[in-house]
Structure formats: C-alpha cells, structure tokens
C-alpha cells in the first residue's frame, strides 16, 4: 500500500467532506423484463459492489432475515427485494459465479443471513474490510473508507428506516445504491493501490 495513504479518518475530516451519492442508472427489479436485463448485465461483469439491508430491530433478542440486496455493475445498481423470490436464482448465480468478484464489507453475515432464504455456494468474494485490515487499518466500514480512499462523503439518513417495506422511499433507493456503489468503486481503488495482493 502507498505509504503516503492515509491510514484513518477522524469525524471532523469525513464530515468536512463532500457528500456524494450514486448518480447513475438505479432499478429496483420489480418485473419480469428487468430481472432479464438485470441477468444480462450480471453476466457480463468481472466486478461487482455488494451490499445487503435488513429491517433494524429495536429490540433485545429480535432480528429479521435481510430484505434487500444491492449489486452495483459498471453500468448501473441494481436494488433486488427480496420478498421476491423470483429474484432468488439470479442472486444465487451471482453469488456463486467463480468470474466475478463480489466486493462488500462484512460480507460474512450477510451470506449467512441469505443463505437462510435461498441455497448458493458463494464464490471469489472480496471482503473490502479485511483487506483494509490486512493494510494495517483499524477503520473498515463502508463509510470510513469512503473517506479515506474516494475522498467522498457517504450520508447516513436512510440506515435505519424499515427495508422490509413494498415501496422503497427515494431516500433509501439513493442511500442503498450508494452503498454498493462505493464498494464497487473502493474495491478498484484497493486494486490500483496494490492492496488486494
């Protein structure tokens, strides 16, 4: 890793950043016609952002299964609720294609957390947080490494609304987008950095 890098962030520097949030194509699969062309734009990527998002519980002892998955391919993020289950063979094709990397953070739990609801054998995946750590980082969420290495600002507003719901608020179509974006971009970032060796 250049030494030059920085190694942390602090909460002053990452607020005095620019917000930034994904600008490009976002669909949420709601139709038969998008999981195609959803598919066909999964099949022609060698690099995927990954990122999960389940309804909070407010509550000790209470958790719900993940209720969205957003894939970000070159060209566009795509928003897959998973109270459809038509969109289950797609992401498990993903998930399991050894060509694509899929690059998230703490990419563990949210594949155990998936597997509950569809069977896959994941494959060539790229977890951004230990490979932060494995630069000698103590920061590794999304957000903080926005901020070191995209210089970018990620906003928090929509984390902890319910994901679970039929009709996703534009707020939390940008903020999801946004996430798997920036780890698609994080990823390529750690490739030109030498990190990923």
Not at 47 to 68: I, M, N, Q, W, Y
Not at 161 to 187: F, K, M, P
Request: glycine share 6%.
């Amino acid at each position: 890793m250049d030494a030059a890098a920085p190694r942390s962030i602090s909460r002053e520097h990452l607020n005095a950043l620019p917000i930034r949030r994904y600008e490009g194509r976002v669909c949420v699969v709601a139709t038969p016609g998008d999981l195609e062309e959803a598919r066909a734009d999964l099949a022609q990527e060698h690099l995927v952002g990954l990122d999960t998002e389940t309804r909070p519980a407010f509550r000790k002892g209470e958790s719900h299964p993940p209720a969205l998955v957003q894939v970000a391919t070159a060209r566009a993020v795509w928003l897959f609720q998973l109270r459809r289950t038509e969109c289950f063979p797609v992401l498990a094709a993903l998930l399991s294609d050894a060509h694509c990397v899929k690059a998230g953070v703490s990419l563990k739990d949210d594949l155990r957390a998936l597997k509950a609801l569809f069977p896959f054998e994941e494959q060539n995946l790229l977890d951004l947080g230990h490979a932060a750590r494995k630069a000698g980082l103590q920061q590794t969420g999304v957000r903080n490494l926005a901020g070191i290495f995209l210089r970018l600002r990620i906003p928090k507003g929509a984390k902890t609304t319910n994901w679970a719901v039929r009709e996703l608020s534009h707020a939390q179509i940008a903020y999801a987008a946004t996430d798997a974006w920036a780890c698609r971009g994080l990823s390529l970032e750690f490739r030109r950095l030498g990190m990923l060796g």
